[in-house]
Each structure stands twice: as C-alpha cells, then as structure tokens.
C-alpha cells in the first residue's frame, strides 16, 4: 500500500494511506529483490524482503538509472535533471508539484528529455485546460529523490574537494622546485650586484680624490677665493699663523 504525503486546509503536511499498491513501484522493487538475492536461494522468506526488498532504495535506485540513461540519450547534464526533478516536480512542503510543458522545454528541460523520463513511467503527464502539465507518477518518489539528489550533491563536493587539494599540492611542489632552483640564482645574482656596487663606489672615491690632488695651489687659491689676499696681503687676518706670499712660494 503507497504512503504519500497530502496537505490540509491548514497548510500543514501530513502522510496519506493510499487504498491501491502503485504497479510501478512493485515491478522497481521486485526487480530490485530479484536482482540483489543470492543466487542459491530458492524460498523467499520475510528476512529476505528486510535485506533485499528495502522500498526507498528501489525507488531511489530506479530514479538514478532513469536520469542517467535519460541523461545520455538526450546530453542534458544529470546535475541540471536532479536539480529540475527538485525544483520543479517537488513543491517547498514536500508534496507533488506540475510543470507546463512549452512548445521547446518544460520548466526548462528539452520536451525531449521529458518524453524519455515520461516513457521511462518516472513521470506523467495529463490535459488540463488545453495544456499539456507533468507529474512524479507517484509521491513515493519524492523521499527517495530527495535523499538521492541530496547523496549524490556531497558526493560532487567531496570530489571537488579532492579536486582542488590535488590542485594546491601540484603549485606547492612547483613552487618549490622553482625556488629550489631560482634561488641560488638569486643568491648570486645579489653577491654580483654587491661587488659591483663597491668597484662604483671605490672608482668614485680614487676619482675625487686624484681631481683633488690635481689642483695647483693657485688654482685652489682663485676657487677658494683666497687669491684677493695674494693681492692685498696687507689685509690678511693677523689670526693667520704665516703670510701668503711665503705659503703660495712654499707650496708652488
């Protein structure tokens, strides 16, 4: 007996007995049961319907292999197909929503892509009004959706995961080879800029000081300014030790 979930005046949601055993969820699940038993058994017992006949993993089982297979003959991603069976087929309060089929898509999907599932007996579709309206064939379906897309969303972002520290692990190890290799390049590369930066700084000083020495006394004088005592000697500091007559005859 199907157990779907139905909404009161109130808004609230509540889980419904149904009176009649949906065909399509007793073939998935006794395919399921047929197909999971051991091989040597040839009695099923109660215990065997326990291990073998759980009816969430059917349901869930069977939507995956509708929305892979459907996936494949169409070429619309499985991440947008559970997402539209989520967003569309499932209301917010967990309860069967309908989607208008458009001349192209329905609720963005390809009408091709809905005739497959709907051939696949995963949906359905009816006439209301002159319009053309899809369905979950059964509430039954919506847990096990659920958990399946909810599963199967981890299972991307582990991989994704996994993924991005591969990506990070690949740029530390470069990273390191090449600081393994630019740096003594670099070590060097300072050492000689070094050296060089001391050769400029010693060619600078020995230049100062041979255009220093250079000078003639004279010269020296007249830039000094000192040469106006070589003509006016008679007004020469009296702090001055020695006359510059005799200091300009000693030093030429």
């Known amino acids: 007996m199907a157990v779907f979930g139905g909404e009161t005046a109130t808004g609230e949601t509540v889980e419904v007995k149904g009176e009649f055993v949906e065909p399509v969820q007793l073939q998935v699940v006794c395919q399921g049961l047929w197909r999971d038993l051991p091989p040597d058994v040839t009695v099923m017992t109660q215990d065997h ?24 003959a ?43 599932l709907e051939n696949m007996h995963l949906i359905r579709g009816e006439w209301r009004a002159g319009a053309r309206w899809y369905e979950l064939t059964h509430d039954r379906f919506i847990e096990p959706i659920q958990k399946s897309n ?16 591969t990506v990070l692990a690949g740029l530390v190890i470069v990273l390191a080879c090449l600081y393994g290799i630019l740096a003594p390049v670099a070590v060097v590369a300072i050492q000689q800029a070094r050296q060089t930066a001391k050769a400029a700084a010693l060619t600078s000083t020995s230049s100062a000081i ?21 003509r006016a000697p008679e007004k020469m500091s009296p702090r001055m030790p020695f006359s510059l007559p005799s200091f300009l005859s000693t030093s030429a």
């Open 49 to 72: 319907l326990q291990a073998f006949g759980d009816v969430d993993q059917a349901l869930s089982g069977f939507y995956e292999q509708s929305i892979e297979r459907a996936a494949q």
């Open 150 to 165: 909810q599963t199967w969303e981890e299972r991307r972002r582990e991989e994704r995961a996994k993924k991005l520290i």
């Open 74 to 116: 169409t070429g619309v991603k499985e991440g947008k197909l559970r997402a539209w069976f989520e967003r569309s087929l499932i209301t917010p309060a967990g309860t069967r929503g309908m989607v208008y089929r458009g001349r192209r898509k329905t609720g963005g999907i390809p009408n091709a892509m809905v005739a497959v």
């Open 210 to 230: 041979h255009s220093v020495s250079s000078i003639r006394p004279m010269s020296f004088l007249r830039l000094t300014g000192l040469l106006k005592w070589e």
